[in-house]
């Protein structure tokens, strides 16, 4: 049978597809398939236009009336990760730092106030909370994303959140089971491995999964990591994996990870690897982040990103390959979470704590101070060793190097996050050019002994000891010779704080 012609099966297969798009406004193939029967879309900091606050809700409304019952998602997480306010950086606390604070009253109330954002924005599906347990220091894509390295504090604080954001209205999609918390790939560019037994697995990684259905999250995200103890397909297309989330309990939609993302893309193809997931038991395919924004770097456009995934379905129930019950028992989670939305309500003690939390607060009490950093008086320059932001942060917003150089006595030295250039010779550089009498502000994010950002900053404590750093990443697990200001993350309001910190203005940080 030719389904490709069949308008009731083509409506099946949209309605299970859940693409990214190029633009601030909506192009006419996207309308076209809304019209068809897709379920939604996804928005990225792309899509928005930080210039024009009605942007964003006249969208979703037009999103919203070409078809009934549509899923508008965000990817937003607070804190690193942020698409509402990609351009300039979040306002709200990140999860390492709420998991620093460990008061779950507080978590709920951000999530509240996080789903009073989406809310306002016109969508209806929140790519939070990050479950992930982060036990690999060296984690190159979790890390401050993460609420914590212990399952029982992330556990806490991922029920905390997923209950203030649903409770804002909103559905929460907690992520990305059963883990990427002890990775050190990233799979946005690679497959990760994870060696774990499955003792391990469920020890230290699954119990915040199980806190989140526990707290009757509405759906819940793949990840694309290979966990051989169950097998050697990546957990998003992997039949036991998603299975074992339904033995758990959970009777929500099963949403995977973006399958462009290199883990699959690579190794699948975005395709193919659509057709798998379906018959592994997920429900909701995110096509994800447009190829010139993302991991495909303008092989594509978005349109070709989505028939690329609508026409291997399609092919698939031809041949045999995928059977029309499968796409139909996903049709019936993604309806049922559209349902779910249309349901949601706003709880009134939900706003209250949305209004009340204080997010300057929470991130002077999570962040640490070792050593003098004040530079009250100095002239400043502010050197970035990091490396280029990973594609699931992805923001066009610097806040420290904003934050910073607001100030009349500080420049900024150099062009930026490194962006695979050698940070030793970028160090060389900026020494040679940096006149010894202003004192310099590095800007690093992974630290752990060994990285080249950490022997950087041996090298810049030999050559300039009067030097300060800001740790935008998780600390390191020996502390730096110069004085240092860890600041479990990176967005506009940590910068903030973390600048009145070195200029005296901002009291009351943990030493």
């Given at each position: 049978?030719?389904?490709?012609?069949?308008?009731?099966?083509?409506?099946?297969?949209?309605?299970?597809?859940?693409?990214?798009?190029?633009?601030?406004?909506?192009?006419?193939?996207?309308?076209?398939?809304?019209?068809?029967?897709?379920?939604?879309?996804?928005?990225?900091?792309?899509?928005?236009?930080?210039?024009?606050?009605?942007?964003?809700?006249?969208?979703?409304?037009?999103?919203?009336?070409?078809?009934?019952?549509?899923?508008?998602?965000?990817?937003?997480?607070?804190?690193?990760?942020?698409?509402?306010?990609?351009?300039?950086?979040?306002?709200?606390?990140?999860?390492?730092?709420?998991?620093?604070?460990?008061?779950?009253?507080?978590?709920?109330?951000?999530?509240?106030?996080?789903?009073?954002?989406?809310?306002?924005?016109?969508?209806?599906?929140?790519?939070?909370?990050?479950?992930?347990?982060?036990t690999n220091p060296r984690n190159p894509v979790i890390g401050v994303r993460s609420f914590g390295a212990t399952p029982?504090?992330?556990?806490?604080?991922?029920?905390?959140?997923?209950?203030?954001?649903?409770?804002?209205?909103?559905?929460?999609?907690?992520?990305?089971?059963?883990?990427?918390?002890?990775?050190?790939?990233?799979?946005?560019?690679?497959?990760?491995?994870?060696?774990?037994?499955?003792?391990?697995?469920?020890?230290?990684?699954?119990?915040?999964?199980?806190?989140?259905?526990?707290?009757?999250?509405?759906?819940?995200?793949?990840?694309?990591?290979?966990?051989?103890?169950?097998?050697?397909?990546?957990?998003?297309?992997?039949?036991?994996?998603?299975?074992?989330?339904?033995?758990?309990?959970?009777?929500?939609?099963?949403?995977?990870?973006?399958?462009?993302?290199?883990?699959?893309?690579?190794?699948?193809g975005a395709g193919r690897g659509a057709v798998l997931a379906i018959a592994a038991g997920a429900d909701l395919l995110?096509?994800?982040?447009?190829?010139?924004?993302?991991?495909?770097?303008?092989?594509?456009?978005?349109?070709?990103?989505?028939?690329?995934?609508?026409?291997?379905?399609?092919?698939?129930?031809?041949?045999?390959?995928?059977?029309?019950?499968?796409?139909?028992?996903?049709?019936?989670?993604?309806?049922d979470l559209s349902e779910w939305v249309a349901a949601a309500q706003v709880v009134p003690q939900a706003a209250a704590?949305?209004?009340?939390?204080?997010?300057?607060?929470?991130?002077?009490?999570?962040?640490?101070?070792?050593?003098?950093?004040?530079?009250?008086?100095?002239?400043?320059?502010?050197?970035?060793?990091?490396?280029?932001?990973?594609?699931?942060?992805?923001?066009?917003?610097?806040?420290?190097?904003?934050?910073?150089?607001?100030?009349?006595?500080?420049?900024?030295?150099?062009?930026?996050?490194?962006?695979?250039?050698?940070?030793?010779?970028?160090?060389?550089?900026?020494?040679?050019?940096?006149?010894?009498?202003?004192?310099?502000?590095?800007?690093?994010?992974?630290?752990?002994?060994?990285?080249?950002?950490?022997?950087?900053?041996?090298?810049?404590?030999?050559?300039?000891?009067?030097?300060?750093?800001?740790?935008?990443?998780?600390?390191?697990?020996?502390?730096?010779?110069?004085?240092?200001?860890?600041?479990?993350?990176?967005?506009?309001?940590?910068?903030?704080?973390?600048?009145?910190?070195?200029?005296?203005?901002?009291?009351?940080?943990?030493?």
């Amino acid at each position: 049978m030719n389904h490709s012609t069949d308008p009731t099966v083509r409506a099946l297969v949209a309605g299970v597809l859940w693409p990214g798009f190029l633009g601030t406004t909506a192009p006419d193939w996207l309308l076209r398939e809304l019209d068809a029967g897709l379920a939604g879309a996804v928005y990225f900091g792309h899509n928005i236009d930080a210039t024009d606050p009605a942007q964003l809700p006249a969208l979703s409304r037009q999103l919203s009336d070409a078809r009934a019952g549509v899923l508008l998602g965000v990817d937003e997480e607070g804190g690193t990760v942020t698409r509402l306010e990609a351009a300039h950086g979040s306002t709200l606390p990140g999860a390492a730092q709420l998991g620093r604070v460990d008061d779950t009253e507080v978590t709920r109330a951000v999530g509240a106030e996080l789903a009073a954002r989406v809310r306002a924005s016109g969508a209806n599906v929140v790519l939070a909370p990050v479950a992930d347990v982060n036990t690999n220091p060296r984690n190159p894509v979790i890390g401050v994303r993460s609420f914590g390295a212990t399952p029982g504090l992330v556990s806490r604080h991922v029920a905390a959140s997923v209950s203030g954001i649903q409770s804002g209205g909103v559905a929460a999609c907690v992520k990305h089971f059963p883990g990427h918390g002890d990775t050190s790939v990233d799979s946005h560019h690679g497959l990760p491995r994870v060696e774990l037994d499955l003792a391990v697995v469920e020890a230290k990684h699954l119990p915040p999964f199980q806190a989140a259905i526990d707290a009757g999250v509405a759906a819940v995200m793949t990840s694309h990591v290979v966990l051989p103890a169950y097998g050697e397909l990546p957990a998003t297309l992997n039949p036991r994996i998603l299975g074992s989330l339904r033995e758990r309990g959970f009777r929500g939609a099963i949403v995977t990870d973006a399958l462009d993302m290199a883990a699959i893309r690579a190794e699948y193809g975005a395709g193919r690897g659509a057709v798998l997931a379906i018959a592994a038991g997920a429900d909701l395919l995110c096509i994800g982040n447009p190829s010139h924004l993302g991991p495909k770097r303008g092989a594509t456009d978005d349109v070709d990103d989505y028939t690329e995934v609508r026409d291997a379905l399609l092919a698939a129930l031809d041949d045999g390959t995928l059977s029309i019950s499968a796409l139909e028992r996903a049709s019936r989670a993604v309806a049922d979470l559209s349902e779910w939305v249309a349901a949601a309500q706003v709880v009134p003690q939900a706003a209250a704590q949305a209004v009340g939390f204080d997010g300057a607060r929470v991130v002077r009490e999570a962040i640490t101070v070792s050593g003098d950093v004040g530079v009250a008086g100095r002239e400043l320059a502010v050197l970035d060793l990091r490396d280029r932001a990973s594609i699931a942060v992805a923001s066009t917003a610097d806040p420290f190097t904003a934050a910073l150089t607001a100030r009349a006595d500080c420049v900024r030295v150099g062009a930026g996050p490194l962006n695979g250039r050698d940070v030793v010779a970028v160090l060389s550089d900026a020494l040679a050019e940096i006149p010894a009498e202003r004192t310099i502000v590095a800007l690093v994010d992974a630290v752990q002994p060994g990285s080249p950002q950490r022997r950087a900053l041996g090298m810049l404590a030999a050559a300039r000891p009067g030097s300060v750093v800001v740790n935008a990443g998780l600390p390191a697990a020996e502390p730096s010779v110069l004085p240092t200001v860890d600041a479990y993350g990176v967005s506009r309001l940590t910068a903030d704080v973390v600048a009145g910190v070195l200029t005296g203005t901002t009291e009351g940080v943990r030493a």
